[in-house]
């Protein structure tokens, strides 16, 4: 297992339940997320792997519980303040980019959050742009990108941040196998250089024996496995986690 579950959690989760109306969605009774890892979500769609990404960036409280993250918990009670917020940063499965620049989209979170046009600023957007291989495209339009180069353009903007954390609901979905192939290189590089945590949410389960140090299996809302890479895939403990590593459950 990753040296890093040596460390205390950046989030644990402590009874921690999401309920739509009647309907119950998401169930964990104890999960801790460890400083510089990168730990997999994976499970069958409807399973509560999004609703999970969304109280671990404050989105949402959960209806019961707490998220803890570092010392402060977050319940149905008690908010997540500003400055703990821009801690974590999420990449969605589709971008959502202005119809500007690519320039303009990467520093579009520095602006919001009042940094202005300084050399420091076109530095860190340059060298974002640069981690994600967009550096000969600052200025070309993004309803113009591909599909692949949109969705880096939305990874460069969420690194430029320099969050904590980041949360990544399937980033290579629907993407050829070129740039799948470049966004986990960027995820392994921002998580072995940086020491950024990561959370992704994939289906692809081969993705999350690549990419990650440990995987969380989640089924109809309930947290049934969470282990290293290695057991996961070789000796799942629960008959459920076999069933789904082989790819014989049926949804």
Same mark, same amino acid.
């Given at each position: 297992m990753n040296n890093a579950t040596l460390s205390d959690p950046v989030y644990t989760l402590e009874g921690v339940t999401k309920t739509y109306g009647t309907r119950n969605v998401l169930e964990v009774d104890s999960l801790s997320i460890y400083p510089g890892e990168i730990l997999a979500l994976?499970?069958?769609?409807?399973?509560?792997?999004?609703?999970?990404?969304?109280?671990?960036?404050?989105?949402?409280?959960?209806?019961?519980?707490?998220?803890?993250?570092?010392?402060?918990?977050?319940?149905?009670?008690?908010?997540?303040?500003?400055?703990?917020?821009?801690?974590?940063?999420?990449?969605?499965?589709?971008?959502?980019?202005?119809?500007r620049s690519?320039?303009?989209?990467?520093?579009?979170?520095?602006? %919001?959050? $009042?940094?202005?046009?300084? /050399?420091?600023?076109?530095? @860190?957007?340059?060298?974002?742009?640069? #981690? &994600?291989? +967009?550096?000969?495209?600052?200025?070309?339009?993004?309803?113009? %990108?591909? $599909?692949?180069?949109?969705? /880096?353009?939305?990874?460069? @903007?969420?690194?430029?941040?320099?969050? #904590? &954390?980041? +949360?990544?609901d399937e980033p290579t979905a629907n993407l050829d196998p070129y740039n799948v192939g470049l966004i986990e290189k960027i995820i392994q590089h921002r998580n072995r250089h940086a020491g950024t945590t990561l959370v992704l949410v994939t289906h692809n389960v081969f993705q999350a024996k690549r990419l990650a140090q440990r995987v969380a299996f989640l089924l109809d809302g309930r947290l049934i496995e969470v282990s290293d890479v290695d057991a996961f895939f070789n000796q799942p403990t629960d008959p459920r986690t076999a069933v789904f590593v082989r790819g014989e459950m049926v949804y």
């Amino acid at each position: 297992m990753n040296n890093a579950t040596l460390s205390d959690p950046v989030y644990t989760l402590e009874g921690v339940t999401k309920t739509y109306g009647t309907r119950n969605v998401l169930e964990v009774d104890s999960l801790s997320i460890y400083p510089g890892e990168i730990l997999a979500l994976v499970g069958p769609s409807g399973a509560g792997k999004s609703t999970l990404l969304r109280l671990l960036n404050f989105l949402e409280p959960p209806s019961q519980g707490r998220v803890r993250f570092h010392t402060y918990d977050f319940t149905p009670a008690n908010d997540a303040p500003l400055d703990l917020r821009r801690r974590v940063t999420m990449v969605f499965q589709h971008p959502m980019l202005l119809n500007r620049s690519v320039d303009a989209n990467v520093r579009f979170g520095l602006e %919001l959050r $009042g940094a202005r046009s300084t /050399r420091d600023t076109k530095e @860190r957007v340059a060298a974002a742009l640069a #981690e &994600v291989g +967009l550096e000969h495209l600052p200025h070309q339009k993004a309803g113009t %990108l591909s $599909g692949g180069e949109a969705q /880096r353009v939305a990874l460069a @903007r969420a690194l430029v941040m320099q969050p #904590e &954390v980041l +949360l990544l609901d399937e980033p290579t979905a629907n993407l050829d196998p070129y740039n799948v192939g470049l966004i986990e290189k960027i995820i392994q590089h921002r998580n072995r250089h940086a020491g950024t945590t990561l959370v992704l949410v994939t289906h692809n389960v081969f993705q999350a024996k690549r990419l990650a140090q440990r995987v969380a299996f989640l089924l109809d809302g309930r947290l049934i496995e969470v282990s290293d890479v290695d057991a996961f895939f070789n000796q799942p403990t629960d008959p459920r986690t076999a069933v789904f590593v082989r790819g014989e459950m049926v949804y």
